[in-house]
């Protein structure tokens, strides 16, 4: 139709309709793509851990102000709340920064109102990541199975429940690969708490070297204040 709008003489009210579909088509697509081969390379053993020893913080941050939009446009709130003595972790950077898109985006993606946190803190020698939201929640005989590869929880009625059902199977598989566990709590209609615990420094790993500092070098221009909220 854009190629001859000259010929279906569209306005341009029509014209920018039509290319905001084919832009949330295509970035649609590509989301659920995505998600595929990132489970293929899991499923494969061809999804290597890079470990290096960065600031949490400031990645947390970067991950809560990536996402702040797609809340906003879907009239949440999300809020990022963090202590300001967050301890260096050894961790794969870029896996750590993709367990916290994809819990954001389930969150958003199944929250009609209200408001998404997501908080850090140290417990003993875990690294303790929570994000809770006051979305549709998870019916109880969905639980056990949620996360599961491709299983979509059935009591879900809101209308952006697009995608393939794998966002939460990488986060439980990429967090397992840390040594750590996800935890999950939830009651239909009243939201859903999800609980990432990672070890500090996993038992027989030599980081790589030190790629984020305190200030946030390295992964962007992102705030370091102990919290920041952001949304409508």
């Given at each position: ?105 389930n969150a958003i993606k199944f929250t009609e109102r209200g408001r998404i946190n997501l908080s850090a803190a140290v417990e003993g020698s875990e690294l303790v990541v ?103």
């Open positions: 139709m854009l190629i001859n709008e000259h010929t279906l003489k569209l306005d341009a009210a029509r014209r920018s309709d039509y290319a905001q579909l084919i832009h949330a088509s295509g970035h649609h697509l590509l989301s659920l793509i995505d998600g595929i081969l990132d489970m293929a390379k899991l499923d494969a053993g061809a999804a290597e851990l890079r470990l290096e020893a960065f600031a949490p913080g400031p990645v947390i941050t970067l991950c809560g102000a990536m996402l702040a939009l797609d809340a906003k446009q879907a009239g949440l709130t999300l809020a990022v709340d963090l202590p300001s003595n967050l301890p260096e972790v050894v961790a794969d950077p870029r896996a750590f920064k993709q367990i916290l898109i994809n819990l954001l985006s929570e994000v809770e939201d006051t979305g549709v929640g998870i019916a109880a005989a969905d639980l056990p199975f949620v996360g599961n590869a491709f299983f979509r929880a059935g009591v879900s009625k809101v209308q952006r429940r697009d995608g393939t059902g794998l966002g939460l199977s990488i986060v439980k598989d990429l967090v397992r690969r840390h040594g750590g566990e996800v935890e999950m709590s939830s009651r239909a209609g009243e939201g859903t708490r999800v609980r990432v615990r990672m070890p500090i420094a996993p038992a027989g790993t030599a980081p790589r070297r030190r790629s984020i500092d305190q200030r946030g070098h390295g992964v962007g221009a992102a705030p370091t204040a102990a919290r920041c909220a952001s949304g409508g």
